[in-house]
């Protein structure tokens, strides 16, 4: 199966091709001279070994920041528990779980941001992946939710948090 390719700068007008019977992805010139392979075993090895913020980024409107909070969390079936996060976002919060839920699952979550702890924001959640046990030893086990609702104050003071923390991570 051949996939040209459109939007990507600088490598417009080539192609990839997938050979399932070889499990391989091969790289085209516009003109179809071969410029390389990868078997899909090194592209999977790839995408796993790198970092959530790069692996989902293209999934992602709003920038992330790694980040330890108390986070309060609640299911439809009112099954409550508390857990930290491990990163979070205007779109969003990793929640570290030795047992995440599936996706799709909506919660409830309660948190308080480190620079206003006196003030409890909620929002609804969903689901959209997970990181489960045997990744442990490289990352947490958790969840990654997307808000379905949120105060957009509390947006707000999520993006301004995020924006400061990654100014000081490169400022350091």
């Known amino acids: ?3 040209p390719v459109i939007t990507t700068e600088r490598h417009e007008g080539k192609f990839l091709e997938m050979n399932a019977d ?9 003109t179809g001279e071969l410029l390389g392979a990868l078997s899909w075993g090194t592209v999977i090895e ?11 980024a293209h999934a992602r409107s709003h920038p992330r920041a790694p980040l330890a909070m108390k986070v309060h969390c609640t299911t439809p079936e009112g099954k409550q528990f508390d857990s930290l996060t491990g990163g979070i976002g205007a779109g969003g919060l990793f ?22 702890p006196w003030k409890k924001h909620k929002a609804k ?5 997970t990181r489960s046990m045997p990744d ?10 997307k808000f379905t609702e949120i105060d957009e104050k509390a947006r707000i003071e999520l993006v301004e948090l995020v924006d400061a923390l990654n100014r000081s ?4």
């Open 136 to 145: 442990r030893h490289l990352l947490f086990p958790g969840m990654g939710v």
């Open 169 to 172: 991570r490169v400022t350091t």
């Open 95 to 116: 929640i570290e779980s030795s047992t995440p839920l599936p996706p799709g699952t909506e919660l409830s979550i309660e948190f308080a941001l480190p620079d206003r």
């Open 22 to 30: 070889q499990e391989v992805v091969t790289l085209h010139s516009s």
């Open 125 to 129: 959640a969903k689901v959209a992946w």
């Open 46 to 56: 790839q995408i796993l070994a790198t970092d959530d913020d790069a692996r989902f």
């Open 1 to 3: 199966m051949k996939f």
